[in-house]
């Protein structure tokens, strides 16, 4: 627990499974859920370099400003997928790819 | 002892990660990604980061895994049990994630990382709001106009059409 790489590991592997989600999934949400793990990873990447450099609090505003950012990404990317699915009638994201009605 | 506890802690995460990413039902998956959330919660502990650990609780586990639960309910017929998914190109992702995992291990063990020697703070919160009101202080007010943003567009965007 007290080594840098232990951390930058654990956050290649969650990055990883991020991505296996947002390029396997064909749900709409389930890619969602896919981009919030590839964001977490990478705020556990800003908060170990902070804590290994030397305890230099820069990288935990970043680690902030990346969790705001999720929060507007989510509620916009919801907003997208309901509407999606008024329209079409699904969320599977290779049957949405017409931009006309 | 604490030791343990961070592998214990390490486990929980990647182990509800894997579950959000293969679990054939889509309601699975988000009660995954809420262990997944609160593992990372407790790997930020282990940094040092008390503050930012509590703000991954209140707006993820709190707000985010809230708003992908009514986004799951909002799309499917509630009355249909089983909420599946399924994934596609199975064995391509896997070769392709495989490799970047494998590419970024590498990156990561060969690097000579410098550690510096630091203490525990007393505190995190003093030193992240002296940053955010002087250095930072442009990228939060735009993180500010950039959620004002997002609430009227999302509201726009869901809305009935007159």
């Known amino acids: 627990m007290d080594s840098l790489t232990n951390y930058l590991f654990v956050s290649v592997i969650l990055f990883s499974l991020g991505l296996f989600g947002v390029i396997t999934r064909r749900n709409g949400v389930a890619v969602l859920m896919g981009v919030e793990l590839i964001l977490n990873s990478a705020n556990l990447n800003f908060l170990a370099f902070a804590r290994f450099g030397g305890m230099n609090m820069a990288g935990h505003v970043f680690a902030l400003f990346v969790i705001v950012l999720a929060a507007a990404e989510a509620a916009v990317a919801l907003a997208i997928i309901i509407n999606i699915f008024n329209n079409f009638h699904t969320i599977n994201v290779d049957d949405v790819s017409e931009l006309k009605q | ?162």
């Open chain 2, 1 to 162: 002892m604490a030791e343990f506890t961070f592998w214990i802690v390490v486990g929980i995460t990647l182990g509800s990660a894997f579950m959000v990413v293969m679990s054939k039902n889509l309601l699975y998956s988000a009660y995954a990604l809420l262990f997944s959330f609160i593992g990372v919660t407790g790997l930020y502990v282990f940094l040092w980061a008390d503050f930012i650990a509590v703000v991954q609780v209140v707006v993820y586990v709190g707000g985010i895994l809230i708003l992908i639960i009514f986004g799951i309910m909002l799309t499917n017929k509630i009355t249909s049990v089983n909420i599946s998914h399924t994934s596609v190109q199975k064995g391509v992702g896997t070769l392709a994630v495989l490799g970047m995992a494998t590419l970024l291990g590498f990156m990561v063990f060969n690097t000579p990382w410098i550690e510096l020697a630091n203490v525990e703070p007393a505190e995190t919160t003093a030193a992240i709001g002296r940053l955010l009101m002087m250095d930072y202080l442009l990228p939060f007010e735009v993180a500010s106009l950039l959620l004002l943003g997002a609430l009227i567009g999302a509201t726009t965007l869901s809305r009935k059409e007159d």
